[in-house]
């Protein structure tokens, strides 16, 4: 089982800019998928970004404004959000989808 703890969500305002991390409690390697999913209210999960190896997928809704990324000797993953809007307001969460691990979710609100 691995453990994941986020932190970096809050309060922007639209068109800003917010970094989320999150940090592993072990090692895992690179051909295993880290990534950010998200939940808003009344909605389902949503994937946004997921790495695997040097395989990258976005969700269409935030592409080319998130960027995701992985410091291995670090045991983190951390999403660069960019040119937020509101209807990305929500719970994000940190998974390892290989060991049904996930975070404790980081909430994000984009307001003005």
């Known amino acids: 089982q691995v453990q994941l703890v986020e932190s970096g969500g809050g309060l922007v305002q639209p068109g800003g800019s917010l970094t989320l991390s999150c940090t592993a409690s072990?090692?895992?390697?690179?051909?295993?998928?880290m990534g950010w999913y998200r939940q808003a209210p009344g909605k389902q999960r949503e994937l946004v970004a997921i790495?695997?190896?040097?395989?990258?997928t976005y969700a269409d809704s935030v592409k080319g404004r998130f960027t995701i990324s992985r410091d291995i000797a670090k045991n983190t993953v951390a999403l660069q959000m960019n040119s937020l809007k509101p209807e990305d307001t929500a719970v994000y969460y940190c998974?390892?989808?290989?060991?049904?691990?996930w975070g404790q979710g980081t909430q994000v609100t984009v307001s003005s």
């Open positions: 998974s390892t989808p290989d060991f049904d691990s």
């Open positions: 072990r090692s895992i390697g690179t051909m295993y998928a």
């Open positions: 790495l695997r190896g040097a395989t990258t």
